[in-house]
């Protein structure tokens, strides 16, 4: 287990470097940048060399890499670049409620997904084919549909036309209530696709335990049809469910940047944009930095999971 932590380290810091350094350079690929971006056409050329001086542009591109790297090994998010506001701030606020979106998103996914693939492979397994091939046609098509367009579908339909939801408004914390209907569309859109994708995986891993010598055992056994096929064979197809569940959380922060942007939630993803937008290189450098820690951290929890669900799983 130490010696597999220790891989696992070390193959993150290689992958945040990695990121880091290829984030760094391709940002300053894109032409423009954060003086530029403020000056529009109305500032002259000195006025806005000025300007690229006053935020540290002008410094020599390895200066400037090596400078971020210092900030990221000490800790330092440093400020932006548009606006002087400290990073970590920014992040504080923004965190909270991309966070909230994606658990909840994860929660409701589990809830719906793992019943019903469960269920299609029992379907299948009995031979009743035409509803199991409707439950899994319909999660393939609904796979298909992307996230921006099944968000302002939604969008349209809930908050434009029925008036269930809000379509924009203030998102705090402090009116849980407010806050939970303000963001169950974008939960409701980033949910449709995960559902889809582990239903498909859930009904594969179910399908093939129902096959197993020890489910016809317990089948002899008298046991119940429903404490065979969710104590038995859900249980022990739920290694890859488990992974699907960690990949998705990953999947869910590129959704998020999308739907939060639709629909105007002050999360991490709208943030990230805003920084994109400006050419901000250090709130954007430290969010996609952010996302790739997050990223590695997930998959080694995943990981560690395995082996708390089967202790035969080796490391």
Known sequence: MLDYSLKKFAQLFVT??????LVFFTLRLIPGDAASAMAG????????????????LNEPLGRQYL??????????????????????????????????????????????????????????????????????GFAMIVDLMPSFWTALVFLLL???????????GAVTLDDPAAFLARIALPVLVL??????TMARITRTAVLEILS???????????????????????????????????????????????????FTIPGIGNLLI???????????????????LLFVTINFATDLVYRALDPRVSF
């Open 16 to 21: 945040v470097f990695g990121v880091v350094t």
């Open 41 to 56: 056409d109305t500032m002259s050329g000195e006025a806005l060399e000025l300007l690229r001086e006053q935020m540290g």
């Open 67 to 136: 400078d971020y790297l210092h900030s990221l090994v000490t800790l330092d998010l440093g400020q932006t670049i548009t606006t002087r506001i400290p990073v970590a701030e920014l992040m504080a606020k923004a965190l909270p409620v991309t966070l909230t979106i994606a658990l909840l998103t994860i929660l409701l996914t589990v809830v719906i997904a793992i019943p019903l693939g469960t269920v299609a492979a029992y379907m299948a397994h009995k031979g009743r084919s035409r509803l199991d091939n409707l439950l899994t």
């Open 158 to 168: 809930f908050s434009l036309t029925l008036g269930w939801f809000p379509a924009s």
């Open 191 to 196: 949910s449709v696709t995960q559902v889809a």
């Open 212 to 262: 197993e010598d020890y489910v016809r055992t317990a089948r002899a056994m008298g046991w119940s049809e429903f404490r065979v096929l969710f104590r038995h064979a859900l249980k022990n197809a739920a290694l890859p469910i488990v992974t699907v569940i960690g990949l998705s959380f990953g999947n869910l922060l590129n959704g998020t940047v999308i739907v939060e942007f639709i």
């Open 274 to 292: 805003t920084g994109i937008n400006s050419r901000d290189y250090q709130l954007v450098q430290t969010l996609i930095v952010f996302y790739a």
